[in-house]
C-alpha cells in the first residue's frame, strides 16, 4: 500500500468578525483588471530573484521554485476598485520559506516587489513578513490561471490586491520604501483596506531619486 501524501498545511487568514471592510461591495465573480496585457511567461528561462538587503542573495529556476515548502492560504481578498470576494484558497510557496533562505539584514525595512513587464509594487517588510503571504501557484485547487496572475502571483491578502502583484519576478529588499507603478500613480504606499488607504500624496522627492542601491 502506498503512502498517503503529506497534508498540506493551510493558514486562515479570515477575519472572524466584520469581514467587508469599509467602503467595499461584496461579489461572487472574481473581476480580472491589470494595467497592459497578460505577458507570455517562459518557463525554461524564468527566474524569481531576491536581491538588495539580504545576506545571501538567490535567483531561483522554476523547477526549484517547485521545490520549495507548500501551504494553502483561505483568505478574503478586497479591490481598490472596491469589490471584495470572501472565501478563497490560494496555494503555493510561503512567502517566509523564502525570506528565511536570503535573510534580510537589520537595516531592510521595505521592499519593492518586481514582476513581468517592469511592473513593480512595494510594501512594508513587516507586511511581506507573514504567515499567510504566498507565491501563489493555485486557486481552489486549480493552477492559477495567466489572467489572475498565473504561473505565479504574490499574495498578500491583508492589503489591497494590487499589492497582490501578478506575474512576480522578484523582491529587492530596500533600507527606504520608494514607490511602485501604481503608487507613483497616486495609490497609496502601504494599502489597508480597514483605514481605506486606496490613495496618497506621492513623494516626488523620493520618485526622483530612486531606491538606495
Known amino acids: 500500500m502506498s503512502a498517503s501524501p503529506t497534508p498540506v498545511p ?13 467602503g467595499q461591495i461584496l461579489t461572487l ?7 497592459s ?3 507570455d511567461v517562459d518557463l525554461a528561462s524564468w527566474r524569481f530573484e531576491v536581491t538588495g538587503a539580504v545576506a545571501s542573495p538567490v535567483a531561483l529556476a522554476w523547477t526549484e521554485l517547485l521545490a520549495l515548502p507548500r ?3 483561505a483568505c478574503d481578498i478586497h479591490c481598490v476598485t472596491r469589490w471584495s470576494r470572501f472565501d478563497n484558497v490560494f496555494g503555493g510557496v510561503p512567502v517566509r520559506a523564502l525570506l528565511e533562505r536570503v535573510r534580510p539584514l537589520p537595516t531592510a525595512k521595505f521592499v519593492l516587489v518586481h514582476a513581468e513587464q517592469g511592473y513593480t509594487t512595494n510594501v512594508p517588510l513587516d507586511d511581506l513578513d507573514r504567515p499567510a503571504n504566498l507565491l501563489a501557484l493555485t486557486y481552489n485547487g486549480e493552477p492559477l490561471t495567466p489572467e489572475h496572475g498565473g504561473p505565479v502571483r504574490l499574495l498578500i ?17 530596500l533600507e527606504e520604501d520608494y514607490p ?4 507613483q500613480n497616486g495609490y497609496h504606499m ?9 490613495y ?6 523620493r520618485m526622483r531619486r530612486g531606491p538606495r542601491r
Open 10 to 22: 493551510r493558514v486562515d487568514a479570515r477575519t472572524t468578525h466584520d469581514r467587508l471592510p469599509p
Open 29 to 35: 465573480k472574481w473581476p480580472v483588471l491589470h494595467y
Open 37 to 39: 496585457t497578460v505577458p
Open 71 to 73: 501551504q494553502e492560504t
Open 157 to 173: 491578502p491583508h492589503l489591497y490586491l494590487w499589492k497582490s502583484a501578478k506575474w512576480v519576478r522578484g523582491f529587492e529588499m
Open 180 to 183: 511602485g507603478f501604481w503608487e
Open 190 to 198: 502601504r494599502g489597508d483596506p480597514w483605514t481605506e488607504e486606496r
Open 200 to 205: 496618497g500624496r506621492p513623494d516626488h522627492s
